[in-house]
């Protein structure tokens, strides 16, 4: 069974940084694709933020480009988010997501962006 475990989250003052961390159990090297997830406050969906596809490339969400920075490191197992001049807008649960023949979710990391 894949578990997928965050962290990195917290408060953090208008143009700050995080880096949120996604550890796999059994690591990532199988999987298809990898990406940051979150669901906009008040809301019931989850929108992608960034993703790793097939062949390494990334693809952001528009909002984001330029601030944030998606990863993997195959021998941690581990994918990253770095998040740079943060906004209130960014403020919500990040969910870390990766697919084989199925999808994958961590049960969410909080990210706050207030002063």
């Known amino acids: 069974q894949v578990q997928l475990v965050e962290s990195g989250g917290g408060l953090v003052q208008p143009g700050g940084s995080l880096r949120l961390s996604c550890v796999a159990s059994g690591g990532i090297s199988n999987f298809g694709a990898l990406a940051w997830y979150r669901q906009p406050l008040g809301t019931n969906q989850r929108d992608a933020v960034a993703?790793?596809?097939?062949?390494?490339?990334?693809i952001y969400r528009e909002s984001v480009k330029g601030r944030f920075t998606i990863s993997a490191d195959n021998a941690k197992g581990t994918l990253y988010l770095q998040m740079n001049d943060l906004k209130p807008e960014d403020s919500t649960v990040y969910y870390c997501v990766m697919w084989d023949e199925r999808d994958y979710w961590g049960q969410g990391t909080q990210v706050t962006v207030s002063s």
């Open positions: 993703t790793i596809v097939s062949g390494g490339r990334a």
